[in-house]
């Protein structure tokens, strides 16, 4: 449960964060810090920006959705608009470039990117795009194009949400087996259902979690439960629409797997699969992956340069450097709360702030690291190398 506690500290970890941005921002000291970044970096800086869902209305849609992957449309433009002011929009490979040394930039760069390949970003993110005439890169985890399925975490959301609001246990909700014993590990000390969601995601194989989801759907009787039309995937049309206009198609698995906890034949087997399928639909090269949670090892890796992949994105908030491990760049993850001031309004000093990374300079924010051991296991059974093993 969320409680008063937990919303108060909230309101004054973004009071602090709101205040210290204006003053950042407005003293000159956040132009001072990017300038010793880009000193550090030696030469331009590669900035990396993910979104998930990119939404019509953000009140709206927060009680029905896992609110933390969405952002109001009206916010993404501000974003655009600010980040233009820094930074120029460019195609990856043109970032890669840079990266690499083989291209020079006059200023900063950053490229645009989402997740997942809900179809709402096709309705509300590729319109601004398409007018301001920036280009990006849609990750689709291949399975789902042109399907009505939903993706696992938002179906293990709404679970979780619906157990909470109606008061149900981890074992009363009935699930039994395995899935009941991750249940009771995630749900201990009553976090919210993000944060369960985050447990059960980072630390089981994505295959069972579906199956989890399909039971805990049965048991809680949420099949004629809808989700948003903006929730489901995107069609080949609107991808390859959009691949015409510079918002081209990355890989994101197949069923949306978290490599790592996959055994690496597995994640082999997957790569290549979402590959396929992808060039076939597209009908041109795919050439850039996005690991899923930010996950990644020397193993998966090692797969997609195997596979012909020339990128791969985490989710780990740093700076890019010049010469740095292109199967492992950095990127900074951005929702509707990431430029909300005190109020809970739009700050522009907050947005200059995060497309400066001057939290990540102050070391105000830990990064979150995806790099994880890889996970040999040929026999299937758990290993000590496994990040699940220890949970059966
Ligand atoms: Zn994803």
């Known amino acids: 449960m969320v409680g008063l506690k937990e919303r108060a500290v909230e309101l004054a970890r973004r009071a602090a964060k709101g205040a210290a941005a204006a003053v950042l921002h407005h003293s000159g000291a956040r132009e001072l810090l990017s300038t010793v970044q880009r ?14 869902r990119v939404v019509a209305d953000f009140a709206a849609e927060k009680d ?3 609110y933390t992957l969405n952002i109001a449309q009206d916010t993404f433009r501000k974003h655009l608009e600010v980040l233009q002011q820094s930074h120029d929009i460019v195609s990856l490979d043109d970032a890669l470039a840079v990266l690499n040394g083989s291209r020079q930039s006059t200023r900063d760069v950053a490229v645009i990117t989402f997740d997942d390949g809900y179809r709402d970003v096709y309705t509300h993110a590729f319109p601004v795009m398409r007018d301001m005439r920036v280009p990006g890169v849609v990750y689709v985890p291949s399975a789902f194009i042109g399907t009505d399925r939903v993706l696992g975490h938002d179906r293990l959301y709404l679970a979780l949400k619906r157990m909470q609001e109606r008061g149900i246990s981890a074992m009363a909700v009935g699930v039994g087996g395995q899935g009941e014993r ?11 259902a993000n944060v369960a969601l985050e447990r ?44 015409a206009s510079g918002v081209i198609t990355g890989a994101h698995t197949a ?36 690991y ?17 992949f020339v990128s791969a994105v985490t989710t780990e908030d740093m700076p890019n450097v010049p010469g740095g491990d292109p199967y492992a760049l950095k990127r900074k993850v951005l929702w509707e709360a990431s430029s909300a001031g005190v109020l809970g309004d739009y700050s522009p000093a907050l947005a200059a702030c995060q497309f400066d990374d001057t939290f990540g300079l102050l070391a105000v924010q830990k990064p979150v690291m995806g790099a994880r051991p890889t996970n040999f296991d040929t026999a299937g059974k758990a290993s000590a190398e496994k990040p699940f093993s220890a949970h059966g």
């Open 39 to 52: 000193r550090a970096v030696g030469g331009r800086r590669v900035l990396l920006l993910s979104y998930h």
């Open 64 to 66: 029905r959705s896992l």
């Open 182 to 192: 991750w249940l009771i590990d995630a749900l201990a000390g009553e976090p919210t």
């Open 200 to 243: 059960l995601i980072s630390r089981y194989p994505t295959p069972q979690l579906l199956e989890l989801a399909s039971t805990l759907e049965d048991r809680l009787g949420l099949g004629s439960e809808k989700f948003a039309d903006g929730q489901l995937p995107m069609t080949w049309e609107m991808l390859r629409e959009m691949d």
């Open 255 to 290: 069923e949306h797997t978290v490599l790592t906890n996959a055994r690496l034949a597995d994640a082999r087997r997957e790569i290549a699969q979402c590959r396929a399928v992808l060039e076939k639909g597209m009908k041109k090269p795919v050439r850039h992956f996005a």
């Open 292 to 308: 899923c949670n930010g996950y990644y090892s020397a193993g998966v890796a090692q797969a997609l340069r195997a596979e012909g």
